[in-house]
T-cell receptor
């Protein structure tokens, strides 16, 4: 079955540093990969989408890479701020007997001032 | 654009009771999704609609769960004979019909079964 793996351990970094989160997947050929942010008790909020034929996408302090050979995406937040502290979810959209989006468990990021 | 709206936001019910959640998607969105999320986990796919047609239902969804989207606008998710294991946040989301579009989530409906 399809599986999405994200670092289960929380990531703690110092303000100003770059945070790098990893998303690996198996048994899946996604057409799109997305990253979402989720704050406690709130619904996820979309951040970035990258297509299978794209290697990298940037948006302000955010950068996503997508390696379909390694079946991996990296999500970077540069010049991190305490306000970036949240859970970050990796999501894949593709055909799995139906075209839908499935999510990883997320990685909790803490940015210390 | 008022966003995806879910009601009620919180529901506490006794085991064995039925509960219904409502979702109002963003008005021009054709697709509507239901996900379930428990603490420390990502959203788990339950079902999705394109307009009023329910295109897929997760095998994880027992017969006690039913979702409808009668006029292709709002949707309801009903859970019959609730069990303690049903306690979770139920998330609704919507998107435009074409794939590769952003999914917009509501704030979720928290269910606690006691």
């Amino acid at each position: 079955s399809q599986k999405i793996e994200q670092n289960s351990e929380a990531l703690n970094i110092q303000e100003g540093k770059t945070a790098t989160l990893t998303c690996n997947y198996t048994n899946y050929s996604p057409a799109y990969l997305q990253w979402y942010r989720q704050d406690p008790g709130r619904g996820p909020v979309f951040l970035l989408l990258i297509r299978e034929n794209e290697k990298e996408k940037r948006k302000e302090r955010l950068k996503v890479t997508f390696d379909t050979t390694l079946k991996q995406s990296l999500f970077h937040i540069t010049a991190s701020q305490p306000a970036d502290s949240a859970t970050y979810l990796c999501a894949l959209e593709g055909f799995t007997g139906g075209f839908k989006t499935i999510f990883g468990a997320g990685t909790r990021l803490f940015v210390k001032a | 654009d008022t966003g995806v709206s879910q009601n009620p936001r919180h529901k506490i019910t006794k085991r064995g009771q039925n509960v219904t959640f409502r979702c109002d998607p963003i008005s021009e969105h054709n697709r509507l999704y239901w996900y379930r999320q428990t603490l420390g986990q990502g959203p788990e796919f339950l079902t999705y609609f394109q307009n009023e047609a329910q295109l897929e239902k997760s095998r994880l969804l027992s017969d006690r769960f039913s979702a409808e989207r009668p006029k292709g606008s709002f949707s309801t998710l009903e859970i019959q004979r609730t069990e303690q294991g049903d306690s979770a946040m139920y998330l609704c989301a919507s998107s435009l019909e074409n794939s590769g579009n952003t999914i917009y989530f509501g704030e979720g409906s928290w269910l606690t079964v006691v």
